[in-house]
């Protein structure tokens, strides 16, 4: 569900021209990881695991 929720979001954003505007967050670590591998275009902010390890 949350990976065709970010499809349907990501298309939304193209159709209104805000890419530029948008940061995306989500506490889910696989949906993270679906957004790098298919909209790397897509701002997102860091998982809470990405901070530790940083």
């Known amino acids: 569900m949350g990976k065709e929720d ?5 298309n939304t954003i193209m159709e209104n021209g805000i890419l530029d505007n948008v ?6 670590k ?5 957004v790098d ?3 790397p275009d897509l701002a997102r ?10």
């Open 30 to 34: 696989e949906v993270s990881a679906y």
């Open 6 to 10: 970010v499809d349907i979001l990501y």
């Open 45 to 54: 902010s860091t998982s809470i695991p990405e901070v530790f390890e940083f």
């Open 23 to 28: 940061i995306f967050g989500t506490f889910h």
């Open 37 to 39: 591998e298919n909209y």
